[in-house]
């Protein structure tokens, strides 16, 4: 339970807008993250969605709603398993020192800590139960100790032409291959046992979770029947949100499972996305070791939360430079200070507006760059 109290001196409407939905709030707000599946370090791809998250939180509590956000850990994976089995680590220790890490290269970034933080593997339970909840609701069904959700809802949702969807599935992991499936585009909510991956009891034999239906558990157990907003990579659009969406909504009856999504852009190097398997990773802790977090923060958050964009080391220099005249600027007080300030918190609000409200708090100063300094966490 929360114990934030709205107070009478605090906005009267919180209303933030995000991709184009307003999203009219209360005391609090459900804020789900997809998290990291722990089998290697933090890199700044990762690390991009979870500053975001983070602003988004803070523009919350600066309308006067208390953000509670919840971030998974994804420790049942199949890349985890691989992983573990190259290190010779069982892979719950092995997600468990990945883990560690990844929380300390957060806190070092100024990222808030979270109030839930669930691990998959203490959920298979929760899973089990879904997949039987799907089956009864007609939305899943078994076949060879596996459970299969019919997928064509979640395709439609998405928009996606079947190939294309087809395609983003096999890249996901989705198994279009598995002649066990009613349709290539179903998924498992449960999947069989296989060597080389953990498995657990359940009522169709043993077998392990699917990835989207542990993140529907983790979400639903934090949260109930649906979040207010639901925040990830854009990469994860589909097939995981798109089918964790569908599952929710079957499962629950529920729509929609959430009311507004933060889909964060991709971090490129060289016009490649930003990926273990692409070699061209660019580590946290090695930006931290030679830049402020502060300025790094600036470099994720200083355009529009949707876009791709390129790092190379001028952007970092960049944002050094912006946050520099920021900082400069909260020394000059003009009068129009107030006024200013609530323009911050306005475009904020709007779309979390960065480069708009850093324009305004640069040239004004004051009130609306210490505004817009504590609410991108840059002090
Ligand atoms: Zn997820």
Redesign the pocket.
């Known amino acids: 339970m929360t114990d934030h109290a709205v107070t009478a001196a605090e906005p009267a409407l919180a209303a933030p807008v995000l991709a184009g939905r307003t999203v009219l709030l209360l005391d609090r707000a459900r804020i789900?993250a997809?998290?990291i599946t722990p089998y290697d370090v933090t890199h700044l791809g990762h690390a991009a969605t979870f500053v975001w998250v983070d602003a988004l939180g803070r523009v919350l509590r600066l309308l006067g709603v208390e953000p509670e956000v919840c971030r998974?850990v994804?420790d049942v994976d199949d890349v985890l398993d691989a992983a573990a089995s190259r290190a010779s680590a069982p892979y719950d220790s092995f997600a468990a020192i990945q883990q560690y890490h990844f929380e300390h290269d957060l806190a070092a970034l100024n990222v808030r800590p979270v109030r839930h933080e669930p691990r998959a593997h203490r959920y298979v339970g929760h899973v089990v139960r879904l997949a039987a909840g799907l089956i009864a609701a007609g939305a899943a069904y078994e076949r060879n100790g596996s459970v299969y959700f019919r997928g064509q809802a979640a395709v439609d949702q998405a928009g996606l032409d079947r190939a294309e969807a087809l395609r983003l599935s096999a890249e996901y992991g989705g198994r279009p291959d598995d002649r066990s499936k009613d349709d290539p585009l179903d998924t498992a909510v449960w999947q069989s046992a296989e060597t080389g991956h953990p498995s657990w009891d359940s009522p169709w034999g043993p077998g392990r979770p699917g990835?989207?239906a542990?993140?529907v558990a983790?979400?639903m157990s934090a949260f109930g029947v649906g979040v207010d907003f639901?925040a990830?990579g854009s990469d994860?659009r589909f097939p995981?949100?798109a089918y964790?969406c569908a599952m929710a909504e079957a499962f629950t009856g529920v729509r929609p499972y959430a009311r507004a999504w933060l889909h964060v852009g991709t971090v490129m190097v060289d016009g490649v996305k930003m990926a273990k398997s692409a070699g061209n990773l660019v580590l946290v802790s090695d930006l931290l070791a030679r830049h402020g977090a502060a300025a790094i923060r600036l470099m994720i958050l200083g355009r529009r939360w949707a876009q791709d964009w390129e790092y190379t080391d001028a952007s970092l220099e960049a944002a050094e430079a912006r946050l520099a005249d920021l900082y400069q600027a909260v020394g000059r007080a003009h009068a129009a200070g107030q006024a200013a300030a609530g323009e911050v918190r306005r475009l904020m609000a709007a779309d979390l507006d960065v480069p708009g409200a850093l324009e305004v708090a640069t040239g004004e100063g004051g009130a609306a760059a210490r505004l817009l300094i504590a609410t991108l966490g840059l002090d």
């Open positions: 789900y997809c998290g998974n994804t990835w989207h542990e993140c983790m979400a639901h990830g994860l995981h949100h964790h």
